[in-house]
């Protein structure tokens, strides 16, 4: 009997994309955990499969060859998280062509480039939390963790200077507008317009460091297109993908840790009594936070996993968020713990694709929860005004943490 004949896929209602998911995922995770895998039928009557528990999550992410990032061409509700115009980036590739596009860029995020950036990381942490008095209301997230996220990973890391960033915010502004495209709408003028101008951005910028013998990431990607190991559409998509992958991330774990220490005075206090807990309290707002909530795939043959096959041409929604919250691998998932013997999660992926900026993550959001409890030592949430979360199809992140200092 074949593996698809003895499956016993009993397709569900449920949309990864949907708004209802996106504002309130935590009323799905008992449904998805239990029934994981399950199946869907998405936009275009795709039949697709989703995996949340977390063994599972780490199985398909392991196993590029039967759970490939090449999204197949056309394949209706895919328009919805094309962000980069449809041009070849690593996240939607695979090995050959994964590997020679992850390798130029490799070198930025060595050691010694990690510990470059540390230097410059204490300085702006220092600039930002400088102005905030104690007693002082203010918004970690607008007023520390994202300029954080933009003078780290902007200023320093991609090497783009202010007065040129603007498009870049300007481009991202325009993902929503992909939500509602059905297959084969054209992209909103708004999205084509602003990538148009990011592009011509870029290769000026490109020019720059090529002339200019730059070292940074932009000098990177500049020697490889000058030595042909890019073309100019990977080029651009590339300084996309660093931007798209770290800004927002960044910004969103450092405003979350910051959330977690007004709400956990006592586990402040024992990092401003010893500052190696900052990283495991990290770890643990990585995975009970984790931004990039879902990660797809795409079945190459017929795959158990669980007690369930997944054929062959189904999209497989990786549930990342959820896998983390799994209590089969976690006590307790929904307690925020810094002291688990488990820390391993699946905040920044695994596998082929994991993520490539995890060590810049793990070396600047330390540094701002070490200092923000010795400067800080009273923080707590601002009791009259509410929070907020930003999502999109696959992630979702906190983007107002009000406070007091
Ligand atoms: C806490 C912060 C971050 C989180 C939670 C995060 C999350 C992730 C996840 C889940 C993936 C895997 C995607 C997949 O399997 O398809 C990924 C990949 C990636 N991330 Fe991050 N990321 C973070 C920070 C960064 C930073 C700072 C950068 C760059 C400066 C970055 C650039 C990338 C790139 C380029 C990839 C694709 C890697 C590949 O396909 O080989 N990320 N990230």
Known sequence: MSAEAQNQQDFVKFDPFSTEFRSDPAAYHKQLLNHSPGFMVMEGD??????????????????????SSVKPPNLPGMQRVD???????????????????????????????VRQLSEATDRIIDQLLTPIERG?????????????????????????????????????????????????????PEYLAAWAKGEQVCRRLLNEAREGG?????????????SGDLSDAEMMAMVCVLFTGGVPTVSAMSASALHYLAANPDIAERIRQDESLAKPFVEETFRIDAPVTLVMR?????????????????????????ANRDPDQYDNPTEFNIDREKMQHLAFGKGTHVCVGNSISRMVIPKLVAVAVKRFPDLKADPS?????????????RDAVPLIA
């Open 136 to 188: 002082q209301a203010f918004d970690g997230f607008k007023e520390v963790a994202n300029p954080l996220a933009v003078r780290v990973l902007f200023d320093e890391f991609l090497g783009i200077p202010p007065e040129d960033q603007g498009i870049f915010f300007e481009f991202a502004s325009t993902f929503y507008m992909l939500d509602d495209l059905k297959p084969g709408d054209p992209k909103p």
């Open 83 to 113: 962000f980069f115009n449809g041009q070849p980036v690593m996240n939607y590739s695979d090995p050959p062509e994964h590997d020679r596009r992850r390798r130029v860029v490799n070198p930025a995020f060595s050691p010694g480039r």
């Open 214 to 226: 730059k070292k940074n990431v932009l000098g990177l990607i500049a020697a490889a297109s000058e």
């Open 298 to 322: 795409f079945c190459t043959e017929d795959t158990k996993i669980g007690d369930q096959v997944i054929n062959k041409g189904m999209p497989v929604y990786t549930m990342i968020s959820v």
């Open 46 to 67: 795709v039949p697709s499969a989703y995996v949340a528990k977390f063994d599972q999550c780490l199985e398909v992410l392991g196993d590029w060859q039967r759970f």
């Open 385 to 397: 005004k509410a929070g907020s979360w930003l999502t999109t199809p696959r992630s979702r992140h």
